[in-house]
């Protein structure tokens, strides 16, 4: 039974992370860093609440925390793709705007409850000792396991895929073959925005079904150094959510249980794993592992092609 539990909370605390992951790697597979994750995360958390609480309708809170996180992302697009502006700086920008509106328009949303998603259990699936708990979720969690299958076979076996790669090894190259590189980056970074919008709506209506000011709680940031850790991989990428929402799930059943270890270490350990993530990704990289998009980061002009 503790494991069952232990393996729920992993699985649902990992779930709005894992949102984020995809998103980013949809980004960053066409060339672009959005390190405004966080803050697209807390604007879909608000806007996905705000539509649930005025309208009662959950679904349309998730297609509103999608749309509202992509015309932010759409911001992040135009400047870096079209104005070819600094990415990082971007994001940072991107992340400071969503933290700061979405406390200013979300203090009237602060307490008030909301009846979130519930479990929906498969038949039979369900029943299976231990991991049964897997198919006892949430909608979301389920689109979530869809989403990792369906990016990964967009992304490496159709054409959509490889033009996003293409775009994100050798933009001069894809640019030769007739893919507008310009167009592919944009609506990469929209639609990996609108991801991340998802993930925070899931804190917001199946989580902790509240609007809490900042409630991502840096899990934005801790996407970003997943994308490192899982290489650019959509299923490496659902490993990594899950084994950080294992983490965070065990610091808090540790704390529940009244555990002699200071509950600020505790809480620490979900963002030490993030650096011991990103300090093995640097020495992988050191070592010549060759796994990161070849133009990540750099902004694409046709006058600069050799």
Same mark, same amino acid.
């Given at each position: 039974?503790?494991?069952?539990?232990?393996?729920?909370? %992993?699985?649902?605390?990992?779930?709005?992370?894992?949102?984020?992951?995809? /998103?980013?790697?949809? %980004?960053?597979?066409?060339?672009?860093? #959005?390190?405004?994750?966080?803050?697209? @995360?807390?604007?879909?958390?608000?806007?996905?609440? !705000?539509?649930?609480?005025?309208?009662?309708?959950?679904?349309?809170?998730?297609?509103?925390?999608?749309?509202?996180?992509?015309?932010?992302?759409?911001?992040?697009?135009?400047?870096?793709?079209?104005?070819?502006?600094?990415?990082?700086?971007?994001?940072?920008?991107?992340?400071?705007?969503?933290?700061?509106?979405?406390?200013?328009?979300?203090?009237?949303?602060?307490?008030?409850?909301?009846?979130?998603?519930?479990?929906?259990?498969?038949?039979?699936?369900?029943?299976?000792?231990?991991?049964?708990?897997?198919?006892? +979720?949430?909608?979301?969690?389920?689109?979530?396991?869809?989403?990792?299958?369906?990016?990964?076979?967009?992304?490496?076996?159709?054409?959509?895929?490889?033009?996003?790669?293409?775009?994100?090894?050798?933009?001069?190259?894809?640019?030769?073959?007739?893919?507008?590189?310009?167009?592919?980056?944009?609506?990469?970074?929209?639609?990996?925005?609108?991801?991340?919008?998802?993930? /925070?709506?899931?804190?917001?209506?199946? !989580?902790?079904?509240?609007?809490?000011?900042? @409630?991502?709680? /840096?899990?934005?940031?801790?996407?970003?150094?997943?994308?490192?850790?899982?290489?650019?991989?959509?299923?490496?990428?659902?490993?990594?959510? !899950?084994?950080?929402?294992?983490?965070?799930?065990? +610091?808090?059943?540790? +704390?529940?249980?009244?555990? #002699?270890?200071?509950?600020?270490?505790?809480? @620490?350990?979900?963002?030490?794993?993030?650096?011991?993530?990103?300090?093995?990704?640097?020495?992988?990289?050191?070592?010549?592992?060759?796994?990161?998009?070849?133009?990540? /980061?750099?902004?694409?002009?046709?006058?600069?092609?050799?």
């Amino acid at each position: 039974m503790m494991v069952e539990i232990l393996i729920d909370a %992993t699985i649902r605390a990992g779930t709005s992370i894992l949102f984020a992951t995809l /998103g980013e790697i949809v %980004t960053e597979r066409s060339g672009i860093i #959005n390190l405004g994750v966080e803050g697209l @995360m807390l604007i879909g958390a608000l806007s996905g609440f !705000y539509v649930s609480h005025v309208t009662g309708n959950l679904y349309l809170g998730v297609i509103a925390s999608f749309i509202f996180a992509s015309l932010a992302g759409m911001i992040h697009a135009f400047i870096t793709v079209y104005l070819r502006a600094n990415q990082i700086v971007s994001g940072l920008a991107l992340t400071m705007f969503g933290i700061g509106i979405t406390a200013l328009y979300g203090k009237k949303m602060i307490g008030i409850p909301l009846d979130g998603f519930k479990k929906i259990s498969i038949p039979l699936l369900s029943k299976i000792p231990v991991v049964g708990v897997i198919f006892n +979720q949430d909608i979301l969690v389920y689109f979530s396991y869809f989403l990792v299958v369906a990016l990964s076979f967009v992304l490496f076996k159709t054409r959509v895929g490889l033009k996003i790669r293409m775009c994100g090894e050798n933009p001069a190259a894809a640019d030769t073959a007739g893919i507008n590189v310009f167009k592919v980056r944009f609506f990469s970074t929209i639609f990996g925005s609108g991801l991340a919008g998802i993930g /925070g709506a899931y804190l917001s209506l199946a !989580y902790t079904p509240m609007w809490i000011e900042n @409630m991502s709680a /840096g899990r934005g940031w801790i996407a970003v150094a997943l994308v490192i850790f899982a290489s650019w991989y959509c299923y490496r990428a659902m490993f990594g959510a !899950y084994l950080f929402g294992g983490i965070n799930a065990l +610091q808090l059943r540790l +704390q529940a249980i009244g555990t #002699n270890v200071s509950a600020h270490i505790l809480q @620490m350990l979900p963002y030490l794993f993030t650096i011991i993530v990103l300090v093995i990704a640097t020495i992988r990289l050191e070592k010549g592992a060759k796994v990161e998009p070849e133009a990540l /980061g750099i902004s694409y002009d046709r006058e600069d092609r050799r």
